[in-house]
């Protein structure tokens, strides 16, 4: 794969440059550079999304409301979601995940941490996240979401497959994908953390959501499905557990020790009323995500800081800031951002918008403009495809 040219970003209006070469940031441009000045702009780093739902993406045009509304947790993804991922197909999918990514790019968002399930097409649905990744020109890392719920063992396995065929590119880089612990046996779970480990990769995981999934681990006889997972082996070092809003601060602890990643959703907590997630101060290694929400991280950052503050928690740190580090983990770089040896993943804002996004070294917005595809186009694909999607899942 040809490498991306080299590029110097800057001067901003603070005199800062930064130079990118073979996708990474360097020291300084090498002869032959191009420039991307950005006189009145400031210079910052991509933001990460360290947990969302790229199949959600059609949400937005209009997803029919639930009669009567749901109960429970279980009874949202059950009537829901579980309907919807069961009714994508390769159009569909294609659609939803193209606008997802072309919003993200437009709200300065460079990297996005992705768990896939579309139960009736398993086979290729990576491969199809995987192109439009590398079309648009966004960052992300990519699992199916290994789950028995509709076919068994068999399923269980077929996801687990699907992980593998993600082919790792200076952009894209493969986890290993389980639904939640809830969702599969014993089996599963043990193949799921022998893959990661072939594959020098890690687990990526939904875990106390919601009391549903404590419950059943220990109806299982655990203490709940962290102890299940670990105890099944099932988390390597690295792992990024999505959620943890009914983890004790001991098991949020224990988290840290084992340098997972938990991952914060709060606008996705908040809709689906699973609880705030106040436990999780007790660890450092927290980051950000939407859980397919828009990826637009200043939202999702401004809903943690009011949430945060209706729930008297005044120990939220920088978990915004933390995605930069899980990426770097899986692409082994240097965690922060905008140093020499980083990811070259940069925003310019200008007048509090998204001016430029640069990935990987290629300009994939400019002048607040996706150049990587037609964006009018995407969100007219994604209007039909969405009325078709409404359509299957009332079959689903
Ligand atoms: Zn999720």
Not at 179 to 191: I, M, P, Q
Not at 299 to 316: K, P
Request: with cysteine; aromatic share 4%.
């Amino acid at each position: 794969m040809a490498l991306t040219p080299a590029l110097l970003i800057g001067p901003d209006r603070h005199g800062r440059s930064v130079a990118l070469a073979d996708g990474l940031v360097v020291a300084m441009a090498p002869p032959g550079a191009a420039l991307l000045p950005c006189p009145a702009g400031e210079i910052a780093a991509g933001a990460v999304c360290a947990h969302t739902h790229l199949y959600s993406g059609l949400v937005r045009y209009g997803m029919p409301q639930l009669t009567p509304a749901p109960d429970n947790f279980l009874e949202i993804l059950e009537r829901l979601w579980w309907r919807l991922d069961r009714a994508l197909d390769a159009e569909i999918l294609r659609a939803a995940a193209t606008d997802y990514v072309a919003r993200a790019l437009l709200a300065g968002t460079t990297a996005l941490v992705d768990h896939h399930e579309s139960p009736s097409m398993i086979e290729g649905s990576l491969e199809i996240l995987a192109e439009v990744c590398q079309q648009l020109g966004v960052r992300a890392l990519l699992c199916y979401g290994a789950t028995e719920r509709n076919g068994g063992a068999e399923e269980g396995r077929r996801g687990l497959a699907e992980c593998r065929r993600v082919q790792p590119s200076p952009l894209l880089r493969g986890l290993v994908g389980v639904h939640a612990s809830f969702t599969v046996s014993d089996e599963t779970l043990r193949a799921a953390g022998r893959q990661a480990f072939d594959l020098g990769t890690v687990v990526h995981v939904h875990v106390a959501e919601d009391t549903a999934d404590v419950a059943d681990a220990r109806a299982r006889g655990y203490p709940g499905p962290l102890e299940r997972l670990e105890s099944l082996d099932a988390l390597p070092r690295g792992s990024i557990l999505a959620h943890g809003v009914h983890l004790t601060r001991d098991e949020v602890r224990r988290c840290d020790e084992q340098a997972y990643w938990l991952v914060h959703n709060p606008r996705s907590n908040e809709g689906n009323r699973v609880g705030y997630a106040a436990n999780l101060s007790a660890a450092d290694r927290v980051a950000l995500g939407t859980d397919g929400w828009t990826a637009d991280m200043m939202a999702e950052q401004e809903e943690l800081f009011r949430l945060a503050a209706s729930h008297g928690d005044d120990t939220v740190t920088d978990r915004l800031g933390n995605g930069h580090a899980l990426i770097a983990e899986r692409f082994g770089t240097k965690p922060r951002p905008l140093e020499v040896g980083a990811l070259g993943d940069v925003v310019v804002r200008q007048d509090g918008l998204v001016k430029h996004v640069v990935v990987g070294g290629r300009v994939v917005v400019a002048d607040g403009r996706l150049i990587t595809s037609d964006f009018e186009g995407i969100a007219a694909d994604g209007e039909i495809q969405a009325a078709r999607l409404w359509r299957r899942m009332a079959n689903f």
